[in-house]
């Protein structure tokens, strides 16, 4: 965006709802590692810090909704600054979600801190940082306005998706082995769930950008009836 | 869907140049404007919206020095045709300017001016007119009672309809609306623009405005002119959505010093 607005205010809320929004993708980034972390270390503190940490984002979400309806309300937005405010209310969304599903994440990583590790944790570290890689590579592209990255972003779902089948086979195999472990292996199949889903949240922050910058809608192309090839 | 495609064309602009002496004003002007539409001018001051408006009736040769390129279809045909009446083509293209402008006579006498000086002499005529005219001007309940009292003793807002009800009472096809709204208060505004609605089922309307929210609300299609160019033209959603052109979205996010 080279040109900026004549009024220089306009341009510092618009900077700052960017700024905010920044912030909390870097929240819920760092509350996907700590989460896992709370798993692979077997560190009964990260929990608390990614609760505290999900508080912020919370406060965080509040702060950009109450900017866009101060923005849309006083400025009537159109164009491009439109398509930036539905889309930032509609980001902080996916973004707060993602952070509920790193504070549950980091609750099943607590109840299995509790007893003996089931197995070596290899694949759902690997997931995890698939899944938060999508999520940085969207909002760089978010930042950038880049729709190439986040067209990768699209097609990286795949991956995400073909390792949580991977893993919920193996949890399976350990649940039909002994049902001894069905407690355990059922915990590691929720984290490797939400891992997942968060992939989808990231995906839709992808598409989001897509509209914000080319102003058209790719989302539930064959729902429309549209014709969408990658 | 743009509203230009499923509607008619009432009046267009080929290659429409416009000078005041040696200035330019506005250059190579393609622009349809479709029938029983709203189409808003928008733009910075001098970049030509006004001068185009204008020209749809042929009220800018009232400014000295003015000459023109290129032509104004209305219905298919030019309005610069050798011995077209200049005062038949104002009738069918009526105006409403940025002040009101009422006459120092009656409400009636306001309304009723352009009838007359069309040589309608049947009062019961004039009287039935008049009174169509406030009525589709939204003015008549609040006017009925005090029709003879002067039309200066009215509100802004009243003052701004008398005078789209005095365009309205010669029955034109077209209505040119230069700023109608913007000495009016938010209320009167809104009145006024609401009418802009119920009115475009009947005539077809051009507007100039300032007021981008304004374009935005009563417009179907939308032009952004500058610099005597028309940058870009389509339907007012796509304009204010997602414009095809820099200088428009530049324009239209407040970009422009």
Known sequence: MAATHTDKTFENDLRALREKLLAMGARVEEQIALSVRALTERDTALPARVKASDREVNVLEIEVDDLCRKILALRQPAASDLRFITTALKIVVDLERIGDLAVNIAER?????????????????RLAEMAQQQV????????????????????????????FVKIFNELLTYMMEDSRNIRRANALLSIAKHLERIGDHAVNLAEMVIYMVRGTDIRHARSRGLEWVE | MTPAQNSRAKMEARRLAIRYGQKLAIRDINLTIPEHQVT?????????????LRSLNRMNELIPHTSHDGEVLLDGHSIHERGLDVVDLRRRVG?????????????????????????????????????????????????????????????????????????????????????????LDPIATAKIEELIHELKSRYTIAIV?????????????????????????????????NPREKRTEDYVTGKFG
């Open chain 1, 109 to 125: 990583a607590a109840d299995l801190n509790e007893a003996p590790p089931l197995k070596q944790y290899q694949d759902t570290p």
């Open chain 2, 40 to 52: 808003a001018l928008i733009g910075p001051s001098g970049c030509g919206k006004s001068t185009f």
């Open chain 2, 209 to 241: 405005t300032h007021n981008m929210q304004q374009a935005a609300r009563v417009s179907d299609v939308t032009a952004f002119f500058y610099m005597g160019e028309l940058v870009e033209v389509g339907a007012t959603e796509q304009i204010f959505t």
């Open chain 2, 95 to 183: 105006m409403v300017f940025q002040r009101s402008n009422p006459f120092p006579k009656s409400i009636f006498e306001n309304v009723a001016y352009g009838l007359r000086v069309g040589g309608m002499r049947d009062k019961q005529d004039i009287a039935d007119r008049v009174e169509r005219s406030l009525r589709n001007a939204a003015l008549w309940d609040e006017v009925k009672d005090r029709l003879s009292e002067s039309a200066l003793g009215m509100s802004g807002g009243q003052q701004q309809r008398v005078c789209i009800a005095r365009a309205l009472a010669v029955e034109p096809e077209v209505l040119l609306m230069d700023e109608p709204a913007s000495a």
């Open chain 1, 136 to 163: 940085r590579r969207a909002l760089d592209a978010f930042v950038a306005g880049d729709t190439a990255k986040a067209e990768d972003v699209l097609r990286g779902d795949d991956h995400l998706d073909d390792l």
